[in-house]
């Protein structure tokens, strides 16, 4: 038994995968060929990560997640119960679309929250947040919040989760953190 991961027993780690230090796997869940996961992640129960995944540092997988090919998530993703990704746009059962699988691509930090749905070749920036239930079908820029179906931004979060309220020379402080940002034409950057 290798002592730098858990994989628990009821769990399936098929020949192939690259597992990082200190990373858990737990009850049911089924790592495919291929996939990759960084140091310290933690895949809850259920979870299915098709091959050619790659999954950053302290990557946080809750329950009955899916993470189809084409999914890459930076370091400190958080990503919520029974969310998905898809990775084909027009799928059918009848017609093999294989090499037509959409690349999402998950920022630094970012949250997706439970039951969300992503729909393929839409990339989630760096901490953004991406509420419980919105079903997203456009590129989310850092540091934005989404809600809704289709989901919509309703404003901006800092680094630590707190909505961010720019004063009139579009700044913000993060309550918990003293970080300050700014808003730049569209666009938040830590100062």
Known sequence: MNKEYYVHPTAIVDEGCVIGKGVKVWHFSHLM????????????????ISPEVILGRNVKVQNNVSIYTGVTCDDDVFLGPSMVFTNVI???SAVNRKNQYAKTHVGKGA???ANATIVCGHDIG??????AGAVVTKNVPPYSLWVGNPAKQMGWISEYGHRLQFDE??????????????LVNGSVVLL
Do not use: M, T, W
């Open 126 to 131: 760096a901490f953004a947040f991406i509420g």
């Open 111 to 113: 949250s997706i929250g």
């Open 90 to 92: 027009n799928p059918r």
């Open 33 to 48: 060929p291929g996939c990759v996961l960084g140091d310290q992640c933690n895949i809850g129960q259920n979870v299915v």
């Open 169 to 182: 020379k579009g700044i913000a402080i993060c309550p918990e953190s003293n970080q300050r940002y700014q």
